[in-house]
């Protein structure tokens, strides 16, 4: 049974930086990716970044590439987001997924959320 961990949201000023973590825990881990999410206040949920564990191919939206940066480290578990130069339009609620399956590429495993606040 694996569970996801998100953490490192807080409060920024526009233009700041932040680096969001999501560990995963289990007696085993297997993803095929590892993604992460936002919600908006008063938005639908939308994709950000993935990478995929193996090869650690990234992709991103349109609206964050460039600016954002998705990396992980296997031995740890663990997948990041840096992200530069935010934006009010970043402030969001993030989550992260993983597929549970190195074969499996829909998410099926889902962290509890960062609230990420970005100030003018």
């Known amino acids: 049974h694996v569970q996801l961990q998100a953490s490192g949201g807080g409060l920024v000023q526009a233009g700041g930086s932040l680096r969001l973590s999501c560990a995963a825990s289990?007696?085993?881990?297997?993803?095929?990716?590892m993604g992460w999410f936002r919600q908006a206040p008063g938005k639908e949920r939308e994709f950000v970044a993935h990478?995929?564990?193996?090869?650690?191919?990234?992709y991103y939206a349109d609206s964050v590439k460039g600016w954002f940066t998705i990396s992980r480290e296997n031995f740890k578990n663990t997948v990041y987001l840096q992200m530069n130069s935010l934006e009010s339009e970043d402030t969001a609620v993030y989550y992260c997924a993983g597929t549970g399956s190195d074969y499996r590429t829909d998410y099926i495993y889902w962290g509890q959320g960062t609230l990420v606040t970005v100030s003018s």
């Open positions: 990478i995929l564990w193996t090869g650690g191919t990234t």
């Open positions: 289990g007696r085993t881990f297997s993803s095929y990716k």
